[in-house]
């Protein structure tokens, strides 16, 4: 009871996001480590229970259903008072939750309540005898700390991406718990709530991002970008400062110092310098791919591999390219 | 309205970072610092609010070293009225024990209005302000991309992966500033610069909280080992192909 480890694993339009099997995925490891059990906790409008057997299939032993029309969307104050009141009543060692936009809201409001500091954005989470380990990327991902929580409960919030997902299939009982508020008496109301596009993968879910700069003269030849990443089947689209301050793309795809942190398996660069504050947010990708006609263009640097050239002329040749070699599979 | 902003003063991003003799710090040497971006954008954001809505003041806090009164300074300059400097020598790495002290200080300053930056650049944890919001029993908004105010009551909007949610809720209240609220922050003007050391900033020890996170070592990344140019032009298409499949595996 005492190791038993709690997620938050965050729902969206009736189906867990992906960074909540991963989080289940790291507190499992924790937990075996520690000698307890994985409690998945899941907030949703009607039937979000059936959720459960993806959470049992990676790792949970318990799923706690809060299932409740004002929970179809996020819905801070309810969830942060549910979430706190379960982390007393069950007595857990840590708590873990997605560094997403929804976790990173969640964690901090938890940690005041329960009066502990919260280690965000990790990477890593393992046990250490007792205590609870973490490593968190700082300094625009120029400085690793291994940072040591000392309080119970621990609360930890998992870098999209950082865990991979095993088979660590476990029973996922389903129990019911109730809203420890009424959802509609929040003071923030959630007025409306505008989705891109549903099928569009995440930036920080997909494992290939073609991110496109100046260097493609205008927001229309994004379409050029656009069909890479179509190519590729698996990858989203993301952007430079320099682009999404013009309104070429939303500030939500801006990768770097000032907007997001990535680290996909393919990181391909198209028409980017390579400014110190872009290569704040992918520098920890596994394999990055330049083209730029500029030679010198400082993006080189972090490049596994450089192409040096039009992207107008390149572009349109490494789309087909892509496409014959996925072809052949 | 007023308005209190809660600012740090961060290490120049652009450095090359070393590792003190400690082992658990930055080192300090040849580091140039500044606000975090985020702040500053958030002592934008409350300079154009009350710009927009006629009159009001600006506090800035920050807590920190002797050296965080430089970066109030700067916000001074930029055109906040006065400013808080709660002192620690070490800015704790426990975002609770930070907004304790923080809480402390905003809880009988009658805000309408508290705005952090949504993360600090350096200890990129970004909890402090929510974890503020709920020591004061405030509605709270993070990662704020538009926010204004009417009356007694504001809306916000803020990116989640892949939308944008657009919220309302009862002043008092806090927001933390993503980017894409406003382009650029203001320079601060000679005049400002000079009006800012005549305006009022008071100096006094942080009451930090208990901590319960903290760091047991810091290790620079692995280098990328060197890269290379596969060719120019169309015609090193296919080769980069053939290293991505057979090299990097990732295709
Ligand atoms: C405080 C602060 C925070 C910042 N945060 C961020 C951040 O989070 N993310 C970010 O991205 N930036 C950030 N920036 C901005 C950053 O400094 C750069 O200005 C920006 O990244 C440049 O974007 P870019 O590479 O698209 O444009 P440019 O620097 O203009 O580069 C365009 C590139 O395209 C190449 N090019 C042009 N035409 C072609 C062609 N036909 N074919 C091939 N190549 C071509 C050029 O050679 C050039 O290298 C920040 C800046 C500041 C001051």
């Known amino acids: ?329 | 309205m007023k308005i209190a902003v809660c600012i740090k003063r961060v290490a120049d991003m652009g450095a090359r970072f070393q590792i003190g003799a400690d082992g658990t710090s930055v080192s300090d040497a040849g580091i140039k610092y500044d606000m975090s971006d985020f702040d500053e954008w958030a002592v934008e954001a409350a300079l154009q609010l009350n710009e927009k809505h006629g009159g009001g003041e600006v506090t800035v806090i920050s807590l920190g070293p002797d050296a965080a009164q430089e970066t109030i300074r700067k916000a001074l300059a930029m055109g906040a009225d006065k400013g808080v400097h709660l002192k620690a020598d070490r800015i704790p790495f426990d975002g609770f024990a930070i907004a304790e002290a923080l809480a402390a200080e905003l809880k009988d300053g009658a805000y309408d209005l508290i705005l952090f930056g949504r993360i600090a650049v350096d200890s990129a944890a970004g909890v402090t302000g929510a974890m503020v919001a709920e020591l004061l029993g405030l509605p709270c908004v993070t990662a704020v991309s538009k926010l204004d105010v009417n009356g007694a009551m504001g809306t916000a909007e803020r990116q989640v992966e892949g939308g944008v949610e657009t919220l309302s809720f009862p002043l008092p209240a806090l927001c933390t500033i993503d980017q894409g609220l406003v382009t650029q922050a203001r320079y601060p003007s000679l005049k400002g610069i000079m009006a800012a050391k005549k305006k009022p900033l008071e100096s006094k020890p942080a009451q930090l909280g208990a901590i319960s996170v903290s760091v047991r070592k810091m290790e620079l990344p692995p280098e990328r080992s060197a890269g290379r140019i596969v060719g120019e032009g169309a015609a090193a298409v296919p080769e980069l192909i053939r290293l991505l499949q057979t090299e990097a595996k990732v295709l």
């Open chain 1, 1 to 329: 009871m005492a190791n038993n480890i709690l997620v938050v694993a965050e729902a969206r339009g009736g189906d867990v996001r992906k960074v909540a099997l991963e989080v289940v995925a790291a507190a499992r490891s924790l937990a075996d480590g520690l000698g307890g059990e994985v409690h998945a906790i899941v907030f949703g409008g009607a039937g979000i229970g059936a959720v459960a057997p993806k959470l049992g299939a990676v790792g949970a032993d318990v799923v706690l259903v809060v299932e409740h029309d004002g929970f179809a969307t996020y819905n801070a104050e309810a969830v942060a008072a549910t979430v706190a009141t379960q982390i007393t009543t069950g007595g857990y060692r840590a708590a873990l939750f997605g560094a997403s936009a929804m976790g990173q809201d969640l964690a901090p409001r938890i940690g005041a309540r329960l009066r502990v500091g919260v280690a965000a954005d990790v990477v890593a989470v393992s046990a250490d005898g007792t205590d609870i380990v973490v490593r968190h990327p700082m300094n625009t991902n120029k400085i690793i700390a291994t940072m040591v929580l000392s309080a119970t409960p621990a609360l930890v919030s998992v870098r999209p991406g950082a865990v991979s997902v095993g088979t660590s299939a476990k029973a996922g009982a389903v129990q019911s718990v109730a809203s420890a508020m009424d959802p509609a008496a929040g003071r923030v109301k959630v007025t409306g709530v505008s989705m891109g596009g549903g099928a569009k993968l995440d930036l920080a879910e997909a494992p290939v991002i073609v991110s496109g700069g100046r260097g493609l003269k205008a927001a229309e030849n994004f379409s050029l970008v656009e069909e890479l990443a179509a190519a590729f089947g698996n990858a989203a689209v993301g952007a430079t400062r320099a682009v999404t301050d013009d309104g070429w793309r939303p500030h939500s795809d801006q990768i770097g110092q000032t907007g997001r942190q990535v680290s996909p398996d393919l990181y391909v660069a198209v028409g980017i310098s390579g400014a110190i504050q872009h290569i704040a947010g992918m520098r920890n990708s596994k394999t990055i791919v330049a083209i730029n006609k500029d030679k010198d263009a400082p993006i080189f640097k972090v490049a596994d591999y450089g192409i040096v050239g039009d992207v107008f002329e390149i572009l349109p040749a490494l789309t087909a390219a892509v496409k014959a070699a996925r072809a052949q599979g």
